[in-house]
C-alpha cells in the first residue's frame, strides 16, 4: 500500500483546511486509515481514524468537534476536514494504514500501523 497525503498549508487560527490521502496498491477493504501528527519534539499523537469494514470512526480528545474524517471508497482516499484551528494544532500530519482488524482503541497507538505516507505541514498562525 502507498499513500499520499496533501492539502496541508498555512492558515490562521480560526481558518479550515482539508487534507486527503489517498492509497493505491491495493483496496483497503479489512484495513483501518488512520491520522496522526507530530510536533517538533513531540511525539506522534493520534487524531482520528477510519476502520474500513464497517465506516466506525474514531477521533483523538484534542480534535473532537472540530475535525471531520470521511472517505470516498471508490477512490480508496480520506479527508481530513479541519475546522476552527488553533496554533496547537501546528505539526505535520500523517496518514497510515494498520492491516489488522480490531477494536477502535488499537488504531491510536502509531506503532500498530503498517503504512506511512509522507506527511503534510499544517501550520497555524495565531
Known amino acids: 500500500v502507498q499513500l499520499q497525503a496533501s492539502g496541508g498549508g498555512l492558515v490562521q487560527a480560526g481558518d479550515s483546511l482539508r487534507l486527503s490521502c489517498a492509497a493505491t496498491g491495493r483496496t483497503l477493504n479489512n484495513y483501518n486509515m488512520g491520522w496522526f501528527r507530530q510536533a517538533p519534539g513531540e511525539e506522534r499523537e493520534f487524531v482520528a481514524n477510519?476502520?474500513?469494514?464497517?465506516?466506525?470512526?474514531g477521533y483523538g480528545d484534542s480534535v473532537k468537534g472540530r475535525f471531520t474524517l470521511s472517505r470516498d471508497s471508490a477512490k480508496n482516499t480520506v479527508y481530513l476536514q479541519m475546522n476552527s484551528l488553533k496554533p496547537e494544532d501546528t505539526a505535520v500530519y500523517y496518514c497510515?494504514?494498520?492491516?489488522?482488524?480490531?477494536?477502535?482503541?488499537?488504531?491510536?497507538?502509531?506503532?500498530?500501523?503498517?503504512?506511512w505516507g509522507q506527511g503534510t505541514l499544517v501550520t497555524v498562525s495565531s
Open positions: 477510519i476502520r474500513w469494514n464497517d465506516g466506525a470512526i
Open positions: 497510515g494504514v494498520s492491516r489488522r482488524y480490531s477494536g477502535m482503541r488499537y488504531y491510536t497507538d502509531p506503532s500498530r500501523y503498517d503504512y
